[in-house]
């Protein structure tokens, strides 16, 4: 019996590989292009650095809780980045008694009234935890970490009479008003919105997309670091950070530590998270992903690390952001430089990408231009830099899709030429040296080419976590299928229920 399937069971698709032409996420019909130029349903926020070093164990409401604050400042940020001040987000007057007092709707957090009761437990325990954060001391030019509380107060107020001034009965005679005010302790907040540090920026419906309360923690520092591409993190500050190891106050002597070993910590933390961001970012939905790798001392490959490497890796959302800001910029150049005309600058636009070098280009052009002295020069340009354009288009990279619904009645296993048994042992040796023999003795061994029909490829796996682990790393050796196989097969897998 053969039975097919995708990774969601409310539907049945078989996932394929299409090479296409040209660049995905760079062309101007792209849906993620649109979406992106149009703003639709991305709602970014800025934050301050400093915000996205807090440390501590929180849930997803308590994140959110965070980002609703974050969100309310959101005019004050551009206005002081703007005037170019690099300074506090509030001023003397916002205070009394040493508290900075917020008032932030539920309906920002994304929470319906059901759960209310569990957003009131949330904040209850976020009044008593510790959170920790790094301090520069200019007098002393040292850095040191502050664990102190940030809240002083969170209250559901509640009133007795609904909006038409009757009485209701809800929760004891008393209805919420719809919002939550909180105090929070000037000095931490100083340091937690402190501009002067930089800011960087997230998706603001975070937390609505995840599922572990990991993983909007993660994701909102190393958003700190994306320009950069990549970053190195203690080890013993990683766990602090995610709040599973706990200092003394005197930072002496270490409280907690639920992960001791470091294969229980990147398998129970790392690992959720990553499967989880990387998901998001192949459907679009978060900007980036990442890989990590342990930095032992030299000389050394197992125990605890000194610490770990994150790489930042763009998805199809950055990659669109990147190429809106490209082309952009590239067109501000040529209108400016050249003053070429709506209609011509839309000659060009889908020729460009993300990444090409103009600058050699309109250098030789800039010479034509004077050799040849045009009547026309922003016809003239256009026409010339077409042509170069059309010359210099470089090919897309192979994406994944899913193929309509496909059902085999065939119950036999199919027979398959040698020829394309030679290919499969080909690709499958290449796999091996990509992937490492652990990994392919463990994911790999498994499957096995059940048939070539057209220009379909099927992979023959056991079982539903196989293709998942086939998933993560197919990108990796996608290009030797392609050799193998041709450039016009696409992969489909089949469960073989043995």
Same mark, same amino acid.
């Given at each position: 019996?053969?039975?097919?399937?995708?990774?969601?069971?409310?539907?049945?698709?078989?996932?394929?590989? %299409?090479?296409?032409?040209?660049?995905?996420?760079?062309?101007?019909?792209?849906?993620? %292009?649109?979406?992106?130029?149009?703003?639709?349903?991305?709602?970014?926020?800025?934050?301050?650095?400093? #915000?996205?070093?807090?440390?501590?164990?929180?849930?997803?409401?308590?994140?959110?809780?965070?980002?609703?604050?974050?969100?309310?400042?959101?005019?004050?940020?551009? &206005?002081?980045?703007?005037?170019?001040?690099?300074?506090?987000?509030? !001023?003397?007057?916002?205070?009394?008694?040493?508290?900075?007092?917020?008032?932030?709707?539920?309906?920002?957090?994304?929470?319906?009234?059901?759960?209310?009761?569990?957003?009131?437990?949330? =904040?209850?325990?976020?009044?008593?935890?510790?959170?920790?954060?790094?301090?520069?001391? &200019?007098?002393?030019?040292?850095?040191?970490?502050?664990?102190?509380?940030?809240?002083?107060?969170?209250?559901? /107020?509640?009133?007795?009479?609904?909006?038409?001034?009757?009485?209701?009965?809800?929760?004891?005679?008393?209805?919420?008003?719809?919002?939550?005010?909180?105090?929070?302790?000037?000095?931490?907040?100083?340091?937690?919105?402190?501009?002067?540090?930089?800011?960087?920026?997230?998706?603001?419906?975070?937390?609505?997309? =995840?599922?572990?309360?990991?993983?909007?923690?993660?994701?909102?520092?190393?958003?700190?670091?994306? *320009?950069?591409?990549? =970053?190195?993190?203690?080890?013993?500050?990683?766990?602090?950070?995610?709040?599973?190891?706990?200092?003394? *106050?005197?930072?002496?002597?270490?409280?907690?530590?639920?992960?001791? *070993?470091?294969?229980?910590?990147?398998?129970?933390?790392?690992?959720?998270?990553?499967?989880?961001?990387?998901?998001?970012?192949?459907?679009?939905?978060?900007?980036?992903?990442?890989?990590?790798?342990? %930095?032992? /001392?030299?000389? %050394?490959?197992?125990?605890?690390?000194?610490?770990?490497?994150?790489?930042?890796?763009?998805?199809?959302?950055?990659?669109?952001?990147?190429?809106?800001?490209?082309?952009?910029?590239?067109?501000?150049?040529?209108?400016?430089?050249?003053?070429?005309?709506?209609?011509?600058?839309?000659?060009?636009?889908?020729?460009?990408?993300?990444?090409?070098?103009?600058?050699?280009?309109?250098?030789?052009?800039?010479?034509?231009?004077?050799?040849?002295?045009?009547?026309?020069?922003?016809?003239?340009?256009?026409?010339?830099?077409?042509?170069?354009?059309?010359?210099?288009?470089?090919?897309?990279?192979?994406?994944? $899709?899913?193929?309509?619904?496909?059902?085999?009645?065939?119950?036999?296993?199919? #027979?398959?030429?040698?020829?394309?048994?030679?290919?499969?042992?080909?690709?499958?040796?290449?796999?091996?040296?990509?992937?490492?023999?652990?990994?392919?003795?463990?994911?790999?061994?498994?499957?096995?080419?059940?048939?070539?029909?057209?220009?379909?490829?099927?992979?023959?796996? /056991?079982?539903?976590?196989?293709?998942?682990?086939?998933? &993560?790393?197919?990108?990796?050796?996608?290009? #030797?299928?392609?050799?193998?196989?041709?450039?016009? !097969?696409?992969?489909? #897998?089949?469960?073989?229920? $043995?």
């Amino acid at each position: 019996m053969i039975k097919w399937f995708n990774f969601a069971p409310e539907k049945l698709f078989v996932y394929e590989m %299409v090479k296409k032409r040209g660049p995905s996420i760079v062309s101007t019909g792209n849906e993620l %292009v649109q979406q992106f130029s149009g703003g639709r349903g991305m709602d970014f926020i800025l934050n301050p650095v400093s #915000y996205t070093q807090i440390r501590g164990n929180f849930s997803l409401v308590q994140t959110n809780l965070m980002i609703a604050i974050i969100a309310q400042l959101q005019d004050r940020i551009r &206005e002081q980045l703007s005037l170019g001040e690099s300074s506090f987000l509030f !001023k003397p007057e916002d205070l009394t008694g040493n508290l900075l007092h917020f008032e932030i709707p539920l309906k920002e957090l994304g929470i319906s009234p059901k759960k209310y009761g569990e957003l009131e437990q949330a =904040c209850e325990a976020l009044l008593h935890v510790d959170m920790s954060y790094k301090r520069y001391d &200019e007098h002393e030019r040292q850095t040191y970490i502050i664990k102190q509380n940030i809240f002083h107060k969170i209250e559901f /107020p509640t009133a007795e009479l609904n909006a038409e001034g009757e009485r209701v009965a809800y929760k004891s005679g008393q209805r919420r008003k719809g919002v939550i005010k909180i105090d929070m302790v000037d000095e931490s907040a100083r340091e937690i919105l402190n501009l002067r540090k930089g800011y960087t920026r997230h998706l603001k419906g975070i937390t609505q997309l =995840c599922r572990s309360p990991r993983t909007p923690r993660l994701y909102i520092y190393l958003s700190a670091w994306r *320009k950069i591409g990549s =970053c190195t993190v203690n080890y013993i500050d990683l766990k602090e950070f995610f709040g599973v190891l706990t200092f003394s *106050k005197d930072r002496k002597r270490i409280t907690e530590n639920r992960y001791v *070993k470091y294969g229980a910590f990147h398998r129970d933390v790392l690992d959720p998270v990553l499967r989880e961001m990387r998901k998001l970012s192949d459907e679009g939905k978060v900007e980036f992903c990442f890989d990590y790798e342990p %930095v032992y /001392p030299h000389g %050394v490959s197992r125990g605890d690390p000194d610490s770990i490497r994150f790489t930042i890796k763009e998805g199809k959302m950055g990659q669109a952001q990147q190429y809106e800001t490209f082309l952009g910029k590239t067109r501000s150049k040529l209108i400016t430089r050249y003053r070429l005309q709506p209609a011509e600058w839309a000659r060009l636009e889908n020729l460009i990408y993300d990444g090409i070098d103009l600058k050699d280009e309109l250098a030789r052009i800039d010479q034509l231009i004077e050799q040849k002295q045009p009547d026309n020069v922003h016809a003239y340009v256009t026409e010339v830099l077409h042509r170069w354009l059309l010359e210099h288009q470089k090919p897309k990279e192979p994406e994944f $899709v899913e193929a309509e619904e496909v059902k085999d009645e065939e119950s036999d296993r199919p #027979y398959v030429q040698p020829i394309y048994l030679e290919k499969w042992d080909l690709w499958m040796e290449k796999a091996r040296e990509r992937l490492g023999d652990q990994f392919f003795e463990q994911y790999m061994t498994c499957a096995s080419l059940w048939s070539v029909r057209d220009k379909v490829v099927f992979v023959s796996v /056991p079982n539903k976590f196989v293709s998942e682990q086939w998933e &993560e790393h197919l990108g990796e050796i996608i290009s #030797y299928f392609y050799s193998a196989f041709g450039a016009d !097969k696409r992969l489909t #897998y089949i469960f073989q229920d $043995v």
